[in-house]
T-cell receptor
Framework: QKEVEQNSGPLSVPEGAIASLNCTYS??????FFWYRQYSGKSPELIMS????GDKEDGRFTAQLNKASQYVSLLIRDSQPSDSATYLC??????????????FGTGTLLAVQP | KAGVTQTPRYLIKTRGQQVTLSCSPI?????VSWYQQTPGQGLQFLFE???????NKGNFPGRFSGRQFSNSRSEMNVSTLELGDSALYLC????????????FGSGTRLTVV
């Protein structure tokens, strides 16, 4: 089982729709969860962090965390073509017995159609 | 506030050579991590340094090494380069590491021929 799993996509949504991106992780003691956006040819950019169960909203973005189900999601409301990118889920956990190890999923490619 | 600076941006090396990549973190950030990104494997964790000490290491061969200086600047070295080492190498910094999000630099694109 991969440490952090994401559907590679592509996820295609029409402009103005809600895009829903999902991620599962294997380490039950993980404490910190992040969503990064990576445009083609660019480096990852942090867009959301979440540490407690529930929802966290920031503008058009909502991160959701369910530690019991080991599940993190990102909702993007009113999707715009400029949101088209690869979205990476990252989990900071106790992999290999050590903390401070941010592990990334392989990313979901989001395509917002005008 | 300056971001994470990586140099050089591009490198072409020959198989068997060695290479050193440099990373200057955001001022005040003490944790520096290195990642290798390839189309097939995604972002793979190499190692993490905090206050000049390596706290974590990924599953890479010993040819990959790194260090951190007292000013938090970090370098990574790859010896005896192989074709498979061709990748984007990303450095990321954060204040402390464990609960902070990391800020990435623009990366160094290494091509081994």
């Amino acid at each position: 089982q991969k440490e952090v799993e994401q559907n590679s996509g592509p996820l295609s949504v029409p402009e103005g729709a809600i895009a829903s991106l999902n991620c599962t992780y294997s380490d039950r003691v993980s404490q910190s969860f992040f969503w990064y956006r990576q445009y083609s040819g660019k480096s990852p950019e942090l867009i959301m962090s979440i540490y407690s169960n529930g929802d966290k909203e920031d503008g058009r973005f909502t991160a959701q965390l369910n530690k019991a189900s080991q599940y993190v999601s990102l909702l993007i409301r009113d999707s715009q073509p400029s949101d088209s990118a690869t979205y990476l889920c990252a989990v900071n956990g106790r992999y290999g017995g050590a903390t401070n190890k941010l592990i990334f999923g392989t990313g979901t490619l989001l395509a917002v159609q005008p | 506030k300056a971001g994470v600076t990586q140099t050089p941006r591009y490198l072409i090396k020959t198989r068997g050579q060695q290479v050193t990549l440099s990373c200057s973190p955001i001022s005040g950030h003490r944790s520096v991590s290195w990642y290798q990104q390839t189309p097939g494997q995604g972002l793979q964790f190499l190692f993490e340094y905090f206050s000049e000490t390596q706290r974590n290491k990924g599953n890479f061969p010993g040819r990959f090494s790194g260090r951190q200086f007292s000013n938090s600047r970090s370098e990574m070295n790859v010896s005896t380069l192989e074709l498979g080492d061709s990748a984007l190498y990303l450095c990321a910094s954060s204040p402390q590491g464990e609960y902070d999000g990391y800020t990435f630099g623009s990366g160094t694109r290494l091509t081994v021929v």
